[in-house]
């Protein structure tokens, strides 16, 4: 059986007794979009961190230095898409880095540079 909803139904504002639920309250569907939209922001702020500590290069220059496309290099440190594996190692052989660190945040074994910049 189907469910049939009526089309002018915000289903994410949440209501009481049909009025909207005052501002003390935390509106979970706005929450559950942000986060949706960028899954990979700690990775993202990772990659931020070694582009900086590395270089005073702009997000462009460095995307460019590396053969990286800018709007790809952005959607990765905004962390709205994730650096595929290839891309990571690439970073990984220039800067002494390891796959630990930019996809799970794990500083061992990191140059003291980078362990500094964060």
């Known amino acids: ?15 009481i007794g049909g009025l909207l639920e005052s501002s003390q309250f935390v509106n979970m569907c706005a929450m559950a979009k942000v986060t949706e939209a960028t899954p990979y922001v700690e990775i993202g ?3 931020q961190a ?8 702009s997000q462009k220059e460095w995307a460019e230095k590396h053969g990286f496309g800018a709007t790809q290099y952005n ?4 962390g709205v898409r994730r650096i595929n594996v290839d ?20 500083l ?4 003291e540079n980078i362990k500094n910049a964060l």
């Not at 070694?50 to 290069?57: F, G, I, K, Y």
């Not at 959607?75 to 905004?78: P, T, V």
């Not at 220039?94 to 799970?104: H, M, V």
């Open 75 to 78: 959607n990765w440190e905004k």
């Open 108 to 111: 061992s074994g990191l140059p």
């Open 87 to 106: 891309e990571a190692e690439k970073l990984c052989t220039l800067y002494g880095l390891t796959l630990d660190f930019i996809y799970r945040g794990r």
């Open 45 to 47: 702020q990772r990659l």
């Open 50 to 57: 070694v582009r900086r500590a590395e270089s005073t290069l």
């Open 1 to 15: 059986m189907t469910a049939i909803y009526p089309h002018n139904v915000d289903y994410c504002k949440t209501t």
